[in-house]
């Protein structure tokens, strides 16, 4: 969720905006969000619990997260919001579940969940939270949080060379969040390299001797792009589609606009390469 939603419009609550928003020492409402979450989230991650009090399991979820925040000893601190009064915090995070809890650091959300969980399960949640801030915030000025714990996850099983778990780790991450940049370009990158990696090494050299055969120049393209050579890679394709037509111009073209968003859009030679593409297209 870092990143995903934009809490600016709760940094000045609405013209004759009220307290309500349920009992507690944790309760917040819209008069109070900046303060008790942005700004407080600049010191520790706070954990936003959004409930209803017609909703028995998200009342006793929010219990939970009451007693689980004292035994904290002040690693985090929570704040607790009847949806129904405060619907625009709810609409800012974009809540379609209650329960939804949501933990805020840096004043950003960091990571998610809906639905009552049990105890054991909430508890190894917030610990990752924890974990992910890192102490960064201490006082600081809107620090960012550090990385959401699902992309560690997703880093962590590729550490350890288990690329079909770090992918499933980011498709996750893109179910959940589809506009989610980060995880799209990571699960792009991956999956090139599970690609390339399997391409024999005497790729080029049986792409030179047999220049009609459009699969081995989508191999070549792939290890001279491992080999860090983005212009040759880009060069071979566009001149397999500069001479070929119908399916195999199709899959030529598909494959180098894929290693195209590999790279920023803006990379000179990335710019290059897309008119020396318009050019053999037109």
């Known amino acids: 969720m870092s990143g995903a939603v934009d809490l600016s419009s709760l940094k000045q609550p609405p013209a004759g905006a009220s307290g309500a928003g349920g009992g507690g020492d944790y309760a917040v409402s819209e008069a109070d969000f900046e303060t008790k979450v942005l700004r407080r989230s600049t010191q520790v991650p706070v954990v936003v619990a959004l409930y209803s009090q017609r909703s028995p399991g998200s ?3 929010v219990r939970t997260l009451e007693r689980l925040v004292q035994e904290g000893a002040g690693a985090w601190d929570l704040a607790t919001v009847e949806a129904e009064a405060n619907m ?4 800012a995070f974009g809540v379609k579940g209650i329960p939804t809890v949501i933990a805020v650091a840096g004043g950003r959300p960091l990571a998610d969940f809906e639905g009552a969980q049990p105890e054991p399960q909430v508890r190894q949640w917030l610990s990752a939270v924890v974990e992910a801030v890192g102490g960064q915030l ?9 990385e959401d714990p699902r992309f560690t ?3 962590a099983a590729l550490e350890h060379g288990d690329l079909a778990g770090a992918e499933a780790a980011y498709e996750a991450i ?3 969040e589809p506009g989610n940049e980060e995880a799209k370009s990571a699960l792009r990158q991956l999956r090139f390299l599970s690609r390339a990696q399997a391409v024999s090494d005497s790729a080029i050299a ?3 001797a047999d220049p009609a055969n459009v699969d ?3 191999d070549a393209a792939d290890v001279e792009m491992l080999s860090q050579q983005p212009e040759a890679s880009f060069d071979r394709l566009i001149a397999v589609i500069k001479k070929t037509a119908g399916d195999d111009r199709t899959k030529a073209r ?3 606009l894929e290693l195209f968003e590999l790279f920023d859009p803006a990379e000179p030679f990335v710019v290059a390469a897309r008119r020396k593409l318009a050019a053999a297209l037109y």
């Open 206 to 208: 049986t792409a030179d």
């Open 174 to 176: 893109i179910a959940a």
């Open 254 to 256: 598909t494959r180098l």
């Open 88 to 91: 625009r915090i709810a609409q």
């Open 216 to 218: 081995a120049a989508l």
């Open 59 to 61: 009342v006793e979820l």
């Open 138 to 146: 201490e006082g600081g000025e809107q620090s960012p949080p550090s």
């Open 153 to 155: 996850a997703a880093e």
